[in-house]
């Protein structure tokens, strides 16, 4: 059993992160099909019945062969379109034709992480980087992110390292070097990058997380990275997933209770709190909901007002001295 964390650890993949939106593409029938049948399909798509685009990029491509970049134009089409297969078979050929292209085995890499075939991906970006005295701090990162996703994480080391020598003013790779630290407990100097990311970068929301994550062993300074990219509650979920990964089911339990008392009604606290209460045989304890007074509300509503003015003064007075 885990815990349900509001945010997500985890690496910057580089070069821009797959669209979400909805795309118009002809209905195929899945996978179910017969090989034969199959193929029929995947050919008839390639050729760019009903895309406009897929057929345009094939002209340009006819026009233009050495051209690497509409090859993978035409790949991503695929992609976007939900046909992983024809943008596969487009990447393999475009690093085979532009074998010095980084951008053919980043991307062929990058597609196969997403087909679950790491091991292909790997193999490729090794098979590239023994064959380059100074690949790019790209390509380096990349190799790294793969060999953590293989839970290889003291290989991936020295792949971030060569990434972040080259580009060390970018935030992205200081956040991936940090990752891969954190993932082999070295939680000191995962903190170091993540600063150093958060220093390149202050609204990096992902080095922001996992330097919370890297301070789990300090809850109140945990709690202050937390809290800059979401509320109060998230910050106390989020600590409590840290302590019950540690084993430490108590203190997950009074990080969860706190984070129920600024959110009552989260379904995810709930449900974690549920998950331990069956772990330690507990009851749930609901925060309380107090009664006042017309006159203690009425005493209560002037301080918060008193309060919020004072923050604003405050607030102005910061943003005038920027």
């Not at 910057?12 to 209905?27: D, P």
């Not at 679950?116 to 701090?137: C, Q, T, V």
């Not at 790779?173 to 082999?184: A, C, I, K």
């Not at 202050?202 to 979401?230: C, K, V, Y």
Request: charged share 30%; net charge positive; aromatic share 4%.
């Amino acid at each position: 059993m885990k815990l349900i964390s509001t945010m997500v650890a985890a690496g910057l993949l580089l070069g821009g992160c797959a669209s979400k939106s909805r795309v118009s593409r002809v209905t195929v029938p899945g996978n179910s099909l017969q090989p034969v049948m199959r193929r029929q399909v995947l050919n008839a798509v390639d050729a760019g019945e009903g895309n406009p685009r897929v057929r345009n990029l094939r002209e340009r491509m006819a026009e233009k062969p050495k051209n690497v970049r509409l090859r993978l134009e035409l790949a991503a089409e695929y992609s976007r379109t939900g046909y992983p297969e024809l943008e596969l078979e487009h990447l393999r050929l475009a690093v085979e034709r532009f074998p010095e292209s980084e951008a053919a085995v980043v991307a062929l890499s990058r597609a196969l992480v997403r087909v679950h075939r790491p091991g292909e991906a790997e193999k490729r970006l090794n098979e590239f980087l023994a064959k380059r005295d100074k690949p790019s701090a790209n390509v380096l990162s990349w190799a790294g992110i793969v060999q953590d996703g293989l839970g290889k994480w003291k290989d991936g080391e020295p792949l971030h390292r060569r990434a972040v020598e080259l580009a060390q003013g970018r935030d992205a790779l200081h956040n991936n070097l940090g990752y891969n630290l954190l993932m082999q407990g070295r939680k000191g100097d995962a903190a170091e990058e993540f600063r150093r990311a958060l220093d390149l970068n202050p609204l990096s929301e992902t080095a922001r997380n996992n330097l919370g994550l890297s301070l789990g062993d300090q809850p109140e300074a945990a709690i202050t990275q937390f809290r800059q990219t979401a509320d109060l509650a998230v910050a106390h979920n989020n600590l409590a997933a840290y302590l019950y990964e540690k084993g430490d089911v108590a203190g997950a339990r009074k990080e969860l209770e706190l984070a129920l008392e600024y959110r009552k009604d989260s379904p995810k606290i709930l449900e974690n709190l549920r998950n331990l209460a069956a772990l330690d045989g507990m009851p749930i304890q609901m925060p309380r909901t107090e009664q006042h007074s017309f006159w203690r509300t009425f005493a209560r509503g002037l301080k918060h007002a008193f309060v919020a003015d004072e923050a604003r003064n405050s607030t102005g007075i910061a943003d005038a001295g920027r």
